[in-house]
């Protein structure tokens, strides 16, 4: 497995590194350590500009070299470099050419007034990254919340986290959320004057929903893992709802499949996954 593992030099990496040492991680697997040096905005250059790069390359270099021989220390295999460019596009860009596999991210700092700019990155990377992407913000993982909705890349989420190693006693939660009725069929059937058919829709959400939950439960069982339980969500916006059961649960880990769209379908379906990734107070990952 190559993992790309992007930093921040010009923040503390000392919490960042101790969450990812924590996790148990498959033997062979390879991490590349990465930090970019975000060019100036051409209204900002002067003649001193490639000095002022110098310095700051001088300042991240052993930054990130620093944390690549502690990850060594920790018996994984490690490397690091420095690159210039923009930030999201240099991170999407370098994990394509490495071939990798996970893209590890900070979370994005939630200083106030700059909450946008603040998740820019992460957003942009969880947008165009070709593999699978977390925005890590927890250390050990003792319970993974799996959101299904039997679809595809649901059931792809799934598989990934049956072929990877857990700590001994990790426990994982299954939940969908049952599919709304649509607006048209409200509608046509008002709820005060329910159909037999709206009555049959409904029902045949609720079984889409419990043979998501199986489906799911089913992949990860095969590979020994521990189910905890499954929840069978009421109707309702569906991001807000994961949010709400991992908080409650207690959630580490969310691991989520992403349809992995682009352009504007992308925007409208994969928005509650990079919805989120950027507001969930645990880690998460958008499997592709």
Not at 269 to 285: K, L, R, T, Y
């Amino acid at each position: 497995m190559k993992i790309l593992l992007a930093i921040d030099p010009s923040i503390p990496h000392e919490e960042f590194l101790q969450q990812i040492t924590s996790r148990t991680w498959a033997p062979g697997t390879q991490f590349n350590v990465l930090a970019v040096l975000e060019n100036p905005p051409e209204e900002f250059l002067v003649d001193s500009e490639p000095e002022v790069m110098e310095q700051v390359s001088s300042h991240a270099v052993p930054k990130v070299e620093l944390m690549a021989s502690c990850l060594r220390a920790s018996g994984l295999d490690a490397q690091s470099f420095v690159l210039e460019g923009d930030p999201h596009t240099v991170i999407v860009d370098e994990a394509s050419v490495l071939g990798a596999d996970l893209i590890l991210l900070g979370a994005p700092r939630r200083e106030e007034g700059f909450p946008y700019l603040n998740s820019r990155i992460a957003r942009a990377v969880l947008r165009h990254a070709h593999c699978s992407v977390q925005i890590v913000r927890t250390g050990p993982v003792n319970k993974v919340l799996v959101p299904t909705d039997g679809s595809p890349g649901s059931l792809e989420a799934a598989r990934v986290i049956a072929s990877r190693p857990w700590q001994a006693g990790t426990l994982f939660e299954v939940m969908t959320v049952v599919e709304p009725l649509s607006a048209s069929l409200w509608f046509l059937y008002p709820p005060h004057n329910e159909s037999e058919e709206a009555e049959r829709m409904r029902a045949d959400s609720m079984k889409r929903a419990q043979e998501a939950i199986k489906a799911t439960e089913q992949i990860l069982s095969a590979a020994g893992l521990a189910i905890s339980d499954h929840v069978l969500v009421p109707v309702d916006v569906p991001g807000k709802l994961i949010l709400q059961e991992a908080a409650n649960w207690g959630a580490d880990l969310i691991v989520m499949g992403s349809h992995g769209r682009r352009g504007i379908k992308r925007l409208l379906i994969g928005s509650v996954s990079e919805s989120i990734a950027i507001h969930a107070n645990c880690s998460v990952e958008v499997i592709r």
